[in-house]
């Protein structure tokens, strides 16, 4: 059976990743990461009598992120009151369309941003999303729904046309 | 296709990204440093073993009228469908087929006499109405409440049912016109209006906007981070600069706007901000914003007025509340020797603890005079959602040997209007 060590060393990069997408920040996912695993370790004796502890971890990891998110909106919504929208950006170019999907999905509401990163960087199904979030699969179609139609809106629908055809 | 760029963009940000060679011994060392000092999150467990949440919807009314017309200074954001267009009518009102609404002010309600219900309210039942104390006549076609000083309202409605949406649905102009969590907000600017409510998972709050970047918006946080003032700035206002104490509160201004943060009580902080233009108002916008009164009748839960319990249950059990991290329970229970009792319970806060509350049972509905209402039952518990933008879930518990009047005592419950 895996220790608690060799799983780190397998999958601390690929878990420091999806902190990194969740949060938003590099800093934060370092601390993120470092929490999840802390209480996974805790348990480490019983998440090893079951199968893969990574599913755990991960569910950790997104739901710390969700809740951090969450109380750093509030501080940010004191000193900014700046209007939620954001007119469309006419952007062409497949590098500078990513850059700005990256600075939308970070832009993007806690689990918002945690469904589509474990949608399509993590590749779960829905109902894998639903059980790590903790919510209904008809809560993360919503919420993926919502995400890409605000990323959709952000670099604007002329763009989603180019890389249809592309 | 956006979800390919989407893929490629998260690989593109994270390519360089590898764990710290030490993140095993940092994560031990975190552990063993936490293991020390871990007092308990034991809380949360306790709100599950309270028994039940459950959520039912009960939408406020929809905005889909707004009438606007003969009453000065009132409008209707929900009318019943099919009215026809209003006619005149004798006195300050407005009238339709089947509805007539009816506002008196200083003189008119001197006449009135403010000590007890007017003389058109037969057989009056006392109410809270929007917040207000009202009265109702025992038919239900009939609503009166002192909307503020000097300034009452009268409804009458054929039906019975479209009455508390009608009063609830209308909306003072001139003033603030709002409670929120609790608190009434005394004045507003009028160059700000009421955004869409909504409860955010974590906290609830209310936003009004107007032009030129004019925003009020006002936070309510539940739970065990908002026990004290320094613990809630600990949790949540790391970031917060500028933050000076004075007396119960902390201030801060920056650019562009003014915030006050303060605790209202043991387990509830509100953070208020205004920005833009307004910002001068701060202070009268403040100085408005008083504590929602406390009403001796009915009885009232955090803000759910129970208005019928079984005759005998006399020894009134103070309230209890549990903070846990984003909510909140209060208790209270009635009992009579030896066995019989009946608790209601309010809990408020993270919608995530709410669906841990509503989980498990069995969909009933139940019908109230006041309107259908969805809950689920939960042995000798039944719980349902009171209000979505204030986060809310009410339980009512009975002894075994009153579970017949559970139906009754839940559908006599009502949560704030408001």
Known sequence: METFAEFVAARGTSLLRLAHLACGSPHEAEDVLQTALERAYRHWSRLRAGSDPEPYVRRIIVNTAISRARRRAILSIIPTGTLPETAARNVTSGVELRQVLGAGLRALPPRQRAVLVLRFWEDLTEAQTAQALGCSVGTVKSQASKGLARLRLLIGADVMEVTRDA | ?418
């Open chain 2, 1 to 418: 296709m956006l979800e390919h760029e989407l893929r490629a963009s998260m690989a593109e940000e994270t390519a360089s990204l590898t764990a710290a060679p030490d993140l095993v011994d940092r994560v031990v060392r975190l552990s063993r440093r936490r293991r020390r000092t871990r007092v308990g999150a034991v809380l949360v467990a306790a709100a599950v073993a309270l028994g039940g949440f459950f959520v039912v919807d009960r939408e406020t009314p929809v905005a889909a009228t707004a009438y606007s017309g003969e009453l000065p200074d009132v409008s209707f954001g929900y009318l019943p469908p099919g009215l026809g267009k209003p006619s005149k009518c004798e006195g300050t009102c407005v009238a339709w087929k089947g509805l007539k609404v009816t506002t008196f002010r200083s003189g008119e309600m001197e006449a009135l006499g403010t000590t007890g219900p007017p003389s058109f309210i037969r057989d009056p039942q006392r109410v809270i109405v929007r917040g207000r104390s009202g009265f109702l006549s025992a038919d239900g076609r009939d609503l009166f409440w002192a909307e503020r000083d000097k300034w009452a309202v009268w409804v009458r409605a054929d039906d019975p049912t479209q009455l508390l949406a009608v009063a609830r649905g209308m909306r003072f102009t001139g003033v603030a016109d709002d409670v929120f969590e609790g608190l009434r907000i005394g004045y507003l600017p009028d160059a700000v209006s009421l955004l869409s409510p909504s409860a955010p998972d974590g906290w609830t709050e209310r936003r009004w906007w107007g032009e030129n970047g004019a925003q009020v918006h006002l936070i309510a946080v539940r739970g065990s981070d908002a026990t004290t003032l320094d613990r809630f700035l600990q949790e949540w206002g790391g970031r917060l600069s500028g933050l000076r104490r004075e007396g119960e509160a902390y201030l801060a201004t920056f650019e562009g706007g003014r915030a006050r943060v303060w605790l209202q009580q043991r387990g509830l902080v509100f953070v208020l901000s205004v920005h833009g233009w307004i910002r001068t108002e701060f202070e009268r916008i403040v100085a408005g914003i008083t504590p929602f009164a406390e009403f001796p009748w009915p009885d009232s839960v955090d803000g759910v007025e129970v208005h019928y319990l079984p005759p005998g249950l006399d020894e009134k059990h103070t309230q209890t509340t549990e903070l846990g991290e984003g909510w909140s329970a209060v208790r209270q229970a009635w009992t009579s020797p030896p066995s019989r009792a009946v608790a209601v319970i309010a809990y408020r806060g993270a919608e995530r603890w709410l669906g841990k509350v509503m989980a498990g049972g069995k969909d009933v509905v139940l019908d109230a005079r006041t309107g259908r209402r969805e809950v689920r039952r939960q042995g000798d518990c039944m719980v349902y959602r009171g209000r979505n933008d204030i986060a809310l879930v009410v339980k009512v518990c009975v002894s075994h040997d009153l579970s017949d009047q559970l139906e009754r005592i839940v559908a006599q419950t009502q949560p704030p209007w408001r």
